[in-house]
């Protein structure tokens, strides 16, 4: 197994000073994983204090020094890997919140000691460079060959972002907690009020950017009741739907398999992080509003498990839901129309109604709304996965009107009511308005046609030598 670069590796073999320096947590355990090894290596140096450790990576490269208060030393050697070397240290929890502890270095910590104070047992694991052995204390090992997140020691319950950062690494890794770990989350869920919005909301993001299973991370949060802080997707727990439609089950169990569908999309996968994150939170909420409108009526003859309007009730729902994460505007402008119109497939793809929800989808677009259609009709096994066909039809009508990433572009534009004799002034606004809407509706698809069409509207009470000029454009150009 290869755990370490070579560029790492001479650093470690010809540098005395790390002469007990250890790979630690991700690094060791994705490889163990089976993953390749990534950018990021984290170093763990014993008998040295903070500065002998800066002095001693001086000649490799660039240090930075930010993580000073946590014995973090930041080694940038121009190779693009990212090497953050640490002096071992002792948490001890004094108050509540991320804050309330206090940290003590001591060079003469043993491996075990260090290994101690981490949150998960995968997480513990130790690698040394000059053995090749990997240090195992407490079974983390085994316990990713089982599938098992289990938490290393009692200090677990000091810092409650610990049962989130198990939420994530469930997803990632397609673990489930092991039953002690799980108890033990339980016990602390009170403790969650501790907790920054902005921690709570990066281990969310990382949940929804990092592909693997994502419903694990969910099971995990129902199995340690951590569910409790989310009422939005506690509440589709039990929520049943039409059989025929959803063989899967319950609305939650649907939502799990959209989310494990949609990571396993390529063109997800090549997306960037931002867009992971909104296609991921886009296909968690999409459901949101069938707790509250579920009921049973009579369609096509039969008595039927119907949800009407849960797409326009879900898009309020996860607006409020991604406000309590403090997510910013920007995404949250992105996600909510993708849950708003998550089932438009299903009505007809006329260029009018393709245009406008291009529209109506910015700044998202039809190319990202199409991925969320895809993984909500993938969710539902044993039924196949594919895409619908009333979402391929989809893409190739906005692919045929140039709007499937992007709005169209107004025809009419300022500069052509200048050259038309009128005055900026608060009327353009409207009048450039209703001509961007005309043109969604199919009145005119070119500047002629547009000049023509406001040469003809009675209702802006143009004056009469304005309305020859558009005449005259539209003549000319036509």
């Not at 903070?50 to 121009?78: C, E, I, N």
């Not at 096994?381 to 391929?392: G, H, T, Y």
Request: aromatic fraction near 8%.
């Amino acid at each position: 197994m290869v755990f370490m670069p070579p560029e790492l590796a001479g650093i470690i073999r010809e540098t005395p000073e790390l002469r007990r320096a250890y790979l630690v947590g991700g690094c060791v355990r994705d490889v163990l994983l089976g993953r390749p090894p990534g950018r990021d290596f984290d170093i763990e140096v014993f008998g040295l204090d903070y500065d002998q450790l800066r002095l001693a990576l001086g000649p490799w490269g660039r240090t930075d020094l930010v993580g000073r208060s946590f014995g973090v030393v930041k080694l940038s050697t121009g190779s693009g890997l990212n090497f953050d070397f640490t002096v071992p240290r002792k948490d001890s929890k004094v108050a509540p919140g991320h804050k309330g502890f206090r940290i003590e270095f001591d060079p003469a910590i043993t491996p075990r000691e260090a290994a101690a104070r981490r949150d998960f047992t995968m997480n513990a694991l130790m690698f040394d460079p000059r053995s090749g052995e990997v240090l195992d204390f407490f079974g983390g090992a085994a316990d990713l060959r089982q599938g098992l997140l289990r938490h290393t020691g009692p200090a677990f319950v000091e810092d409650p972002l610990r049962v989130l950062r198990g939420m994530q690494f469930a997803g990632r890794f397609d673990l489930r907690a092991a039953p002690e770990t799980a108890a033990l989350a339980r016990q602390i869920k009170g403790s969650y009020a501790e907790l920054a919005v902005e921690r709570v909301r990066e281990e969310w993001f990382k949940w929804a950017s990092q592909g693997g299973r994502p419903s694990a991370g969910l099971r995990f949060l129902v199995d340690t009741e951590w569910i409790d802080h989310w009422p939005e997707i506690k509440a589709l727990i039990g929520v049943p739907q039409e059989p025929e439609w959803h063989p899967e089950g319950d609305v939650f169990t649907h939502t799990g398999h959209a989310c494990d569908a949609l990571a396993r999309l390529p063109d997800w996968q090549a997306a960037d992080a931002e867009s992971r994150r909104v296609y991921m939170v886009a296909v968690l909420a999409h459901d949101f509003g069938k707790p509250a409108t579920t009921q049973t009526a009579l369609k096509e003859g039969r008595q039927r498990i119907v949800s009407p309007g849960h797409d326009e009730a879900g898009a309020a729902l996860a607006k409020t839901f991604l406000e309590r994460l403090g997510v910013p505007e920007g995404m949250v402008e992105r996600v909510v129309p993708l849950v708003r119109h998550h089932l438009f497939h299903l009505g007809a793809l006329t260029d009018r109604a393709v245009r406008r929800l291009a529209k109506r989808l910015e700044p998202e677009n039809i190319e990202g709304l199409c991925l969320v259609m895809t993984a909500d009709s993938m969710g539902r096994p044993p039924r196949p996965a594919a895409q619908p066909e009333s979402v391929k039809a989809l893409l190739e009508r906005s692919r045929e009107l140039n709007v499937r990433t992007l709005p169209p572009e107004p025809i009419l534009k300022g500069r052509h009511l200048i050259e038309a004799g009128l005055r900026p002034g608060r009327e353009f606004a409207a009048i450039l308005a209703r001509a961007y809407d005309a043109q969604l509706e199919g009145a005119f698809a070119s500047l002629p046609g547009a000049l023509a069409w406001l040469a003809d509207r009675a209702d802006f009470a143009l004056p009469d030598d304005v309305k020859r000029k558009l005449r005259a454009g539209a003549e000319a150009g036509t």
